[in-house]
């Protein structure tokens, strides 16, 4: 597809176990977004994606959170130790680079609920 | 640090009327504004972007924004509201000047009324 793709679109789990959330960017897009939306906070930066550069990880909320993006396209979002408050709309978005004014085209997101 | 207010969680207007969502921000580098669109279940849109140039910014489905340094605004209007516009809208700034990192608003939730 031409879009943002992100798998699987709704994960039920319960706490304590891991989970992995998947996106597929645009092709030809160097830079990928996460972030996460919950009802309490809002949209919340998590971490990002430039080429082959660091990744930024100033927005994970805790050391129970981690990414990874293989060949500089697909990337893995995992939450080991699940938590109830881990529950929220994970959502991937990509752009052409990390310049600033460049716009970020969103996947549809993946539902996780902890139990 | 950067920051963006969006005034009124819910707006409420009839079909056809003049729909205005309002989002002040605070940056410390010149900023860099976008608006973006939600629907159910879906992930976000976006409609408008302000990065440098003209004030007055048109996007798609018949919005535009201004922005308005000296009140250190965004706000979004369209003219006359349709049904399908019905969705929650969030306004957002970028982090810095060298990265796309955008902080979003709260977002507000735009009914429409027949």
């Known amino acids: 597809g031409a879009g943002v793709s992100q798998s699987p679109s709704n994960k039920v789990t319960e706490k304590g176990k891991d989970v992995e959330l998947r996106c597929d960017p645009i092709?030809?897009?160097?830079?990928l977004y996460w972030y996460r939306q919950s009802l309490g906070q809002g949209l919340e930066f998590l971490i990002y994606?430039?080429?082959?550069?660091?990744?930024?990880k100033s927005g994970l909320p805790s050391d129970r959170f981690s990414a990874e993006r293989t060949g500089g396209s697909v990337s893995t979002l995992t939450i080991q130790r699940t938590q109830q408050e881990d529950s929220a709309v994970y959502l991937c978005?990509?752009?052409?680079?990390?310049?600033?004014?460049?716009?970020?085209?969103f996947g549809d997101g993946t539902r996780l609920s902890i139990l | 640090a950067q920051s963006v207010t969006q005034l009124g969680s819910h707006v409420s207007v009839s079909e056809g009327a003049l729909v205005l969502l309002r989002c002040n921000y605070s940056s410390s580098v010149p900023p860099y504004l976008f608006w973006y669109v939600q629907y159910p279940n879906q992930g976000l849109q976006l409609l408008l972007k302000y990065t440098t140039g003209a004030t007055l910014v048109k996007g798609i489905n018949g919005f535009e924004a201004e922005f308005k340094k000296s009140e250190t605004s965004f706000h979004l209007t369209k003219p006359s509201a349709h049904m399908s516009d019905a969705a929650e809208y969030f306004c957002a700034v970028r982090v810095s000047s060298n990265t796309g990192k955008l902080i979003f608003g709260q977002g507000t939730t735009l009914q429409v009324k027949p």
């Open positions: 092709s030809g897009h160097t830079a």
């Open positions: 994606f430039q080429g082959n550069s660091a990744p930024d």
């Open positions: 978005a990509s752009s052409w680079d990390r310049g600033p004014g460049q716009p970020q085209h």
